[in-house]
Structure formats: C-alpha cells, structure tokens
T-cell receptor
Framework: AQSVAQPEDQVNVAEGNPLTVKCTYSVSGNPYLFWYVQYPNRGLQFLLKYITGDNLVKGSYGFEAEFNKSQTSFHLKKPSALVSDSALYFC???????????FGAGTRLFVKA | DAGVTQSPTHLIKTRGQQVTLRCSPK?????VSWYQQALGQGPQFIFQYYEEEERQRGNFPDRFSGHQFPNYSSELNVNALLLGDSALYLC?????????????FGEGSRLTVL
C-alpha cells in the first residue's frame, strides 16, 4: 500500500534563511514523487517532481527536493525563504504500477519577516 | 488555455440530500481524478476516470459515484449526504500517457452539509 508521511505539522523559518520540509514515503516499486503547494481556499499547485535520474530536482519559485532511496525520503528545500512562501505544502507519491496519487497530511510553512 | 474548472464553487445541502459536482479538465488532458479534502487534512483519493470508465477507486463508500463524458469532463455524485461529507472536493486532471505527469487541480467545490 502507498503512504506518505509529513512528520511536521508546521515549520517556522525566518525570511532569508534556508528551509526544509520533510517527507517520507512507502510504495511498491519505483516511486513517482511530487510536491504541491496550497494557498488558502485554493486548489493545489504543482511545484516539482521526481521520476528518475538526478536525485536533486529543481522546481518552481526556487524550490528543490532531494530524493533519497535508502531513506525513502523526498525533502523539499529552498536556500532562502520568502514571506510569500508561507503556505500549506503537500508531498505526494504514485507507484509505477498504479494510477492514484496519494498525498500526505500537509505541512504549514510560516516564514517570518 | 483554460485550466481545470469546477462548479459550483460553494454549496450547502442538508443531510440525506444528493449533490452533483462538475469538472472540466485542462485542455489536452484525458484523465480526471477526484479528491476530498477535509479541513486541516490532505486530499484523499476518491476515484479516477479514464476513457469514461472508473479506473481506480479509493476507500470511499458506494454513495460516491462518478461519470466521465466523451469530452473528458467529469461529474462526482454523492448520495444520502452525511455531516462528515462536508469538505472541499477537488478535481485534478492529467494526461495518462506515460503516467509520469503531475496533476493539475481546480479551485475546488466547497460542500457544507447541515
């Protein structure tokens, strides 16, 4: 069965500091991994994905994520946080043999000026 | 190029009623997935439609049903509404070839059951 864990309900960081939002997953076969962002009362927006290849993937708005197969992790990172990055972030996984994408519970990122 | 559109944006129903939510996928997409997002939680997979058939289903009762039309648009129907069905219902479209693509979400339909 597929599952995604986001161990932190909230991450607080000062503007200009690096940020990390953690994600671990469980899936049969090779994973397709995704990060999405959600602003209040809106749908989810795609940030980045890992399908295969380089373990460090770059996405929208300066975000990147590192795939670690041995730790089954896919942490979201940004070198310098902005106040406008404050939002709800979801990690998601899809197994190569399936069609459904499973989402984590979400991590609220708060960036203080 | 229109993205994913959902209607209605908000609606209020009472227990026992039925509701139909509608979704038009992004241009060029052939697959529609529906999710339920309760307050403070992540989206929960309801089902996915492709080629007018339900291709995969999550852990939701039969009260939840759907349909996909030849133009790839989709409907989600919920019968015998319960208070616990109150949530944001999200439609997501994708292109199925290769199955590596990301989901494109609509803004959602917020259902309140009284």
């Amino acid at each position: 069965a597929q599952s995604v864990a986001q161990p932190e309900d909230q991450v607080n960081v000062a503007e200009g500091n690096p940020l990390t939002v953690k994600c671990t997953y469980s899936v049969s076969g090779n994973p397709y991994l995704f990060w999405y962002v959600q602003y209040p009362n809106r749908g989810l927006q795609f940030l980045l994905k890992y399908i295969t290849g380089d373990n460090l993937v770059k996405g929208s708005y300066g975000f990147e994520a590192e795939f670690n197969k041995s730790q089954t992790s896919f942490h979201l990172k940004k070198p310098s946080a902005l106040v406008s990055d404050s939002a709800l972030y979801f990690c998601a996984v899809r197994g190569t043999g399936g069609f459904k994408t499973i989402f984590g519970a979400g991590t609220r990122l708060f960036v203080k000026a | 190029d229109a993205g994913v559109t959902q209607s209605p944006t908000h609606l209020i129903k009472t227990r026992g009623q039925q509701v139909t939510l509608r979704c038009s996928p992004k241009s060029g997409h052939d697959t529609v997935s529906w999710y339920q997002q309760a307050l403070g939680q992540g989206p929960q997979f309801i089902f996915q439609y492709y080629e007018e058939e339900e291709r995969q289903r999550g852990n939701f009762p039969d009260r939840f049903s759907g349909h996909q039309f030849p133009n790839y648009s989709s409907e989600l129907n919920v019968n015998a509404l319960l208070l616990g069905d109150s949530a944001l219902y999200l439609c997501a479209s994708s292109f199925t070839q290769g199955n590596t693509g990301e989901l494109f979400f609509g803004e959602g339909s917020r259902l309140t059951v009284l």
